[in-house]
């Protein structure tokens, strides 16, 4: 009796349209695809992204614009839950050693970012794997010089 009861629930979630998938499916199916695209005019594509707890994701930046790296490059930061990315930004060179030798890297902050791709030119791309253990807020940024004041965003995870 428990089994058929399973079963007509599940069938009336779907009909609703929701979908039930075990573990087992979850990993066939495999990471959620993300795409965040940046541009010549400092811009992110996305400034807000929703996402699961528990879920593996693979968010991937591409340098869609067209100068080359050292006056438009851009890469994605994102940050531990609790940092805001625009106090983050502002410390970049000051506190956290971004330069130019190190292609604006703000090595000295390793400790407060979760995940972070190289800088990238145009037509480049790269993709962080990922699977966000805490809900919260968790805020993203480019750290070339500048960038950060308009090429920033929020994952927000549920």
Do not use: D, W
């Given at each position: 009796m428990r089994g058929l009861l399973e079963k007509i629930f599940i069938i009336s979630l779907s009909l609703i349209g929701f979908t039930v998938q075990s573990a087992e499916e979850e990993k066939k199916i495999g990471p959620i695809k993300i795409v965040i695209e940046s541009n010549d005019l400092m811009k992110f594509d996305k400034s807000s992204i929703?996402?699961?707890?528990?879920?593996?994701?693979?968010?991937?930046?591409k340098n869609v614009g067209k100068l080359p790296k050292v006056a438009m490059g851009h890469n994605l930061i994102i940050l531990k839950p609790g940092i805001n990315a625009l106090t983050f930004g502002q410390a970049l060179i000051t506190k956290y050693g971004a330069t130019v030798q190190n292609e604006w890297n703000p090595v000295?902050?390793?400790?407060?970012?979760?995940?972070?791709?190289?800088?990238?030119?145009?037509?480049e791309q790269e993709t962080l794997k990922i699977k966000f253990d805490k809900s919260g807020?968790?805020?993203?940024?480019?750290?070339?010089?500048?960038?950060?004041?308009?090429?920033?965003?929020?994952?927000n995870v549920k």
């Open positions: 929703n996402v699961e707890k528990g879920k593996a994701y693979e968010i991937t930046l000295k902050g390793s400790m407060l970012i979760l995940k972070q791709t190289k800088m990238l030119g145009p037509g807020a968790y805020h993203y940024l480019c750290s070339f010089p500048g960038h950060f004041g308009q090429m920033r965003g929020i994952i």
